[in-house]
């Protein structure tokens, strides 16, 4: 079964930062574009990261480029966020995905998790 789990968010001032993670389970991360997208409440799927299987680069959304950095461990079918500079409106529900491509990564993920908060707050 594919499976995607991610680790648990949290609470974080501003200006502070987060890492968490994502565990894959019965499939090959090489096979996909992996990485994140978040939703806000009352908002769209937002993308915040992509690693293209065309290329394995990593695509960021332009709100959080130069603040965040995806890292995989494609052995040990793993990858994580590593958040910094953290702002209010960073304030969503983080999900892992897999696709076929980038493009669809936020509108149609092939496997995706459960999701993890993250609360940007005083």
């Known amino acids: 079964q594919e499976q995607l789990v991610e680790s648990w968010g949290g609470l974080v001032q501003p200006g502070g930062s987060l890492r968490f993670s994502c565990a894959g389970s019965g499939f090959r991360f090489d096979d996909y574009s992996i990485g994140w997208f978040r939703q806000a409440p009352g908002k769209t799927r937002e993308a915040v990261v992509c690693?293209?299987?065309?290329?394995?680069?990593?695509y960021y959304g332009d709100a959080v480029k130069d603040r965040f950095s995806i890292w995989v461990d494609a052995a040990k079918n793993s990858l994580g966020l590593h958040m910094k500079d953290l702002k209010a409106d960073d304030t969503a529900v983080y999900y892992c995905?897999?696709?076929?491509?980038?493009?669809?990564?936020?509108?149609?993920?092939?496997?995706w998790g459960k999701g993890s908060q993250v609360t940007v707050s005083t």
């Open positions: 995905a897999a696709a076929t491509s980038c493009p669809v990564l936020t509108s149609k993920p092939t496997i």
């Open positions: 690693i293209s299987s065309d290329d394995r680069l990593a």
